[in-house]
């Protein structure tokens, strides 16, 4: 199935709030979010995406018939990786198994790549997500390597997996 990628819209609250007010997204996604989420915490952070610097942070809306299912960001990193960038996403319960991960992965990197001098991405899911590291996979992510203890999540210490994307050199 086929997504579409575009901007946040501030009009878009009441839906992202809607899909994120979910404890299975939000077990699999970092700490900082609020639960319960509320129309205030997504125009919160709808507005601070469109005033974020452009260079640095590329969120968008995932969509279906311009009604947001979901929400990716690649956020570049600094100092010597600075033509790195760690992706992060999340698709909402309803749409779960339809293919709409693997579609916006694939397009967001495209993206980047073509947009940017962002020449590696990344993403860490944890280990128990195994949808999410078959989207990664899908897409064209290569597996990296086994982060071992490397987080705390819901008061459990957990593994995560790393996978990346290399942009390829002209001529691969």
């Known amino acids: 199935m086929q997504c579409r990628i575009r901007e946040w819209k501030p009009e878009d609250a009441d839906r992202l709030a809607d899909l994120l007010n979910n404890r299975k997204i939000l077990d699999n996604l970092r700490d900082g979010l609020p639960y319960p ?11 601070d995406m469109l005033q974020a610097d452009k260079t640095k942070t590329f969120a968008f809306a995932i969509t279906m018939e311009d009604k947001v299912v979901g929400s990716i ?11 790195t960038a760690e992706m992060g ?12 991960g693997t579609s916006a992965v694939t397009q967001v990197c495209k993206y980047i ?11 860490e899911p944890f280990v128990y997500n195994a949808a999410s590291c078959r989207v990664l ?21 957990i593994d995560m997996k790393m996978y990346s994307m290399i942009k390829k050199s002209d001529g691969e």
Request: glycine content about 10%; proline content about 2%; overall charge positive.
């Open 37 to 47: 989420y509320t129309q205030k915490d997504a125009k919160e952070f709808i507005l």
């Open 73 to 83: 960001g690649v956020f570049r990193c600094d100092n010597i990786h600075f033509r």
């Open 89 to 100: 996403y999340y698709i909402g319960e309803p749409y779960w198994g339809c293919g709409l």
């Open 113 to 123: 790549f073509e947009n940017t001098d962002i020449i590696r991405i990344f993403a």
């Open 137 to 157: 996979e899908k897409a064209g992510f290569q597996f990296e390597g086994l982060l071992r203890s490397n987080a705390v999540k819901n008061g459990k210490v």
